[in-house]
């Protein structure tokens, strides 16, 4: 398995951190979201979704237990995000009624072929989940009033996907130019966007990007030939 931990300071950071996972999620994949009450599983969730270019409002299905958003078209067929809460649920009873088996492949019991489960409290039904070796798990742990820790494990073969590497390895990062938390699957990282990392560009094509020079050096004598 692999797993590593990120934490994040604020709303925007975390919000990096999701878009992405979001960027690397396939059809059929379930992912575990745990943490205390309040640790900011809704909060987490609703990045992820707003990244995958959900534009309805999340929000915890706490009562009714499923909500499920279309996501816009994608290449990989991903077409439903099927988001859980299993705080109230107690039996298989309570999953009868919710078109389980339109939701999950009766057999594997992954997510269905169009879709990507996110589910919150998932050891209240871990009995109608794929083995923990084929679920993404994301816990989450407060570290202060905002500063959340995440820890992830995921199956080795998710190393294989496009732009994984990039969410293993590297962490989101404030943008030198704009000061926004960037993806670790942007494609211009460490740059927010492609305007900012033009911006920067621009400023090493011209003489206006001003390198510091060394801690404790002086600055060079003009007077003095080189």
Same mark, same amino acid.
């Given at each position: 398995?692999?797993? %590593?931990?990120?934490?994040?300071?604020?709303?925007?950071?975390?919000?990096?951190? *999701?878009? *992405?996972?979001?960027? /690397?999620?396939?059809?059929?994949?379930?992912?575990?979201?745990?943490?205390?009450?309040?640790?900011?599983? /809704? +909060?987490? /969730?609703?990045?992820?979704?707003?990244?995958?270019?959900?534009?309805?409002?999340?929000?915890?299905?706490? %009562?009714?237990?499923? =909500?499920?958003? #279309?996501?816009?078209?994608?290449?990989?067929?991903?077409?439903?995000?099927?988001?859980?809460?299993?705080?109230?649920?107690?039996?298989?009873?309570?999953?009868?009624?919710?078109?389980?088996?339109?939701?999950?492949? +009766?057999?594997?019991?992954?997510?269905?072929?169009?879709?990507?489960?996110?589910?919150?409290?998932?050891? =209240?039904?871990?009995?109608?989940?794929?083995?923990?070796?084929?679920?993404?798990?994301?816990?989450?742990?407060?570290?202060?009033?905002?500063?959340?820790?995440?820890?992830?494990?995921?199956?080795?073969? %998710?190393?294989?996907?496009?732009?994984?590497?990039?969410?293993?390895?590297?962490?989101?990062?404030?943008?030198?130019?704009?000061?926004?938390?960037?993806?670790?699957?942007?494609?211009?990282?460490?740059?927010?966007?492609?305007?900012?990392?033009?911006?920067?560009? %621009?400023?090493?094509?011209? &003489?206006?990007?001003?390198?510091?020079?060394?801690?404790?050096?002086?600055? #060079? &004598?003009?007077? +003095?030939? =080189?």
């Amino acid at each position: 398995m692999i797993v %590593f931990s990120r934490t994040t300071t604020d709303e925007s950071h975390t919000a990096a951190l *999701a878009s *992405a996972l979001a960027d /690397t999620l396939a059809p059929t994949d379930v992912i575990l979201l745990e943490g205390e009450m309040g640790a900011g599983k /809704t +909060t987490f /969730t609703r990045a992820l979704a707003n990244a995958l270019g959900i534009t309805q409002g999340v929000s915890s299905p706490t %009562f009714v237990i499923v =909500n499920v958003y #279309p996501v816009p078209p994608r290449q990989d067929g991903l077409a439903r995000l099927v988001h859980i809460d299993a705080y109230r649920v107690t039996s298989d009873e309570d999953l009868e009624p919710l078109g389980w088996d339109q939701l999950f492949d +009766t057999h594997t019991k992954l997510a269905s072929r169009d879709a990507a489960a996110l589910i919150e409290w998932p050891s =209240n039904i871990a009995h109608a989940l794929p083995a923990p070796d084929q679920c993404i798990r994301v816990q989450i742990r407060p570290v202060g009033t905002s500063a959340r820790e995440f820890t992830f494990t995921l199956p080795p073969a %998710f190393r294989s996907r496009p732009r994984a590497e990039w969410l293993i390895e590297r962490p989101p990062i404030r943008c030198p130019k704009t000061k926004r938390w960037t993806s670790p699957t942007a494609l211009t990282y460490p740059f927010f966007d492609k305007r900012a990392q033009d911006s920067d560009l %621009f400023g090493w094509l011209t &003489d206006s990007y001003a390198v510091p020079p060394p801690s404790g050096s002086s600055p #060079p &004598d003009p007077d +003095t030939p =080189n």
